[in-house]
């Protein structure tokens, strides 16, 4: 398995494409979703909103898919507020806050589509405590499968792309903003030969100290922390066994925050994670200490 293949793997952007065709794009209720939203951007308002709409930079299909994939993936019911935010990054606003009104505003319009229902905080079926979403349809058992093995991306087990500029480096298939945060990116001077030569450092796993078991840092007092908590694990042994089947040699990208602190990207595997996930790494180049 080559760095490309593990990253088609893997990675979260593939799942557009993927929920699109299980969709299909010329499903009434996606249509009727991409109208509503039409129709919601062509309305005039008091200024201020007027404008907050116009500044929206994607067309009505991207924003419509963008509704689909937030929602279908959800089991039960789910405040509105996360699903909003989740939309709200995704609709290319430097104001987040802009983004996730957006967002609910367009989560408003599409319900008529029948995707999904909006519940009243006082709903006897809503729990949340806040306007509550429950999807009215559900994806297939492949796509639901696709979408849970996807996550934030191992190592590479190659060295990263140079940065180049402050958008362009690290994955090959692109690594976004070499500033952490959505809001965040600018094109000033950022010190990417730092970047590039810690990048350059090749790292291993400890197999001694996978011998021992990963053991929860916080105390997992119900049993949905302790469902997520097991999942990860399970997850994280996988990514693991993974990158020893090929070769144990990896090398993390890395990033800036707003602060000019330095931060190695990764979820399963990283240098700033938990006690456990430290002790497991090694640099993979040995010296001899005389």
């Known amino acids: ?18 929920v699109m065709a299980d969709v299909g794009q010329d499903s009434p209720v996606f249509h ?23 500044a929206l930079s994607i067309d009505s299909h991207s924003a419509a898919l963008e509704v689909f994939i937030a929602v279908l993936p959800i089991k039960e019911l789910s405040p509105i507020q996360s699903v909003a935010t989740q939309i709200g990054n995704r609709l290319g606003y430097q104001a987040v806050l802009d983004g996730v009104k957006t967002a609910a505003e367009i989560m408003a319009v599409c319900e008529a589509s029948g995707l999904y229902t909006l519940y009243h905080s006082t709903s006897p079926d809503n729990d949340t405590g806040t306007l509550g979403v429950k999807p009215n349809y559900k994806l297939s058992s492949d796509t639901e499968a696709f979408i849970a093995k996807t996550m ?50 090749p790292w291993e796993l400890n197999i001694d100290m996978l011998e021992y078991e990963e053991c929860p840092n916080k105390t997992l007092d119900t049993p949905d922390k302790t469902k997520q908590f097991n999942d ?59």
């Not at 398995?1 to 993927?18: A, C, D, F, G, T």
Request: charged share 25%.
């Open 1 to 18: 398995m080559n760095q490309l293949q593990i990253e088609e793997k893997y990675s979260r952007r593939n799942i557009r494409k993927v």
């Open 152 to 201: 934030y991306l191992p190592p590479m087990i190659q060295e990263p792309e140079e940065w180049t500029d402050n958008a362009h480096g690290g994955y090959l298939e692109g690594t976004g903003s070499v500033i952490l945060g959505n809001i965040n990116h600018h094109h000033e001077n950022q010190a990417l030969d730092a970047i590039n030569i810690i990048q350059r450092i």
């Open 232 to 290: 990860m694990k399970h997850k994280s042994r996988s990514v693991y066994d993974e990158m020893l089947g090929l070769g144990n040699r990896f090398f993390f990208t890395w990033k800036y925050d707003k602060r000019g602190r330095m931060y190695s990207q990764g979820y399963h595997i990283n240098l700033q994670s938990t006690e456990y996930k430290k002790s497991i790494l090694q640099f993979s180049n040995k010296e001899l200490i005389c």
């Open 32 to 54: 009727a979703c991409v109208k509503a939203i039409e129709f919601y951007r062509n309305t005039k308002y008091y200024d201020t909103k007027t404008k907050r709409i116009e």
